[in-house]
C-alpha cells in the first residue's frame, strides 16, 4: 500500500485566546513524523499576528491520529504521550490537539491521516521489537 510520499493538507487551529485568534496552516506527514507549518491571525480583521511557525511532532510523541467527519468540515484529532507534546502549538488541551479540515480538503486530509497511521503503527511495531530483543 504505497500513499501518496508526502501528503499534506490545509488545517486550521480554530478558538485561540478565546475565539479571536486562529491558526491557519499546512499538515505534512513524513516517516519520521508529522510537520506543522502555520501562523496565527486575528480572527476578527484577519490580521497576521504571527510569522510563519513549524513544529514537528514524532510518532514516538503521538499515542493516536484520527480523522472525523462532520457535516461542514473535518477533524484530525492528534493525542500525544503527554501534555508537553504540544506545549508550544496553539490551541491544544489535556495532551490533545484537533485540526479542522474544510469540506473541500476531507479527501485529502483521510488519506493523510491514513498514511499517518501507517507511520504510527510501523514506529510502535519496531518499539515493541526493540523491547523483546533487549529482554
Do not use: C
Not at 490545509?10 to 485566546?17: C, D, H, K, Q, S
Not at 514524532?58 to 504540544?86: C, H, N, P, Q
Amino acid at each position: 500500500m504505497n500513499y501518496s510520499s508526502n501528503p499534506s493538507v490545509p488545517v486550521e487551529i480554530p478558538n485561540i485566546n478565546y475565539g479571536f485568534q486562529v491558526a491557519k496552516g499546512l499538515l505534512k506527514v513524513k516517516e519520521d513524523g508529522l510537520y506543522l507549518e502555520f501562523e496565527v491571525e486575528d480572527s476578527i480583521v484577519g490580521l497576521i499576528t504571527s510569522g510563519v511557525k513549524s513544529a514537528m511532532i514524532t510518532y514516538a510523541d503521538l499515542d493516536d491520529i484520527r480523522f472525523e467527519k462532520g457535516w461542514w468540515s473535518a477533524k484530525i484529532i492528534l493525542e500525544g504521550t503527554s501534555m508537553k507534546v504540544f506545549e508550544t502549538l496553539p490551541g491544544s488541551e489535556q495532551g490533545r490537539l484537533k485540526l479542522k479540515i474544510k469540506r473541500s480538503d476531507r479527501d485529502d486530509a483521510q488519506n493523510a491521516v491514513s498514511s499517518a497511521r501507517v507511520h504510527l503503527s510501523e514506529h510502535k511495531l519496531k518499539e515493541l521489537d526493540g523491547e523483546n530483543t533487549e529482554g
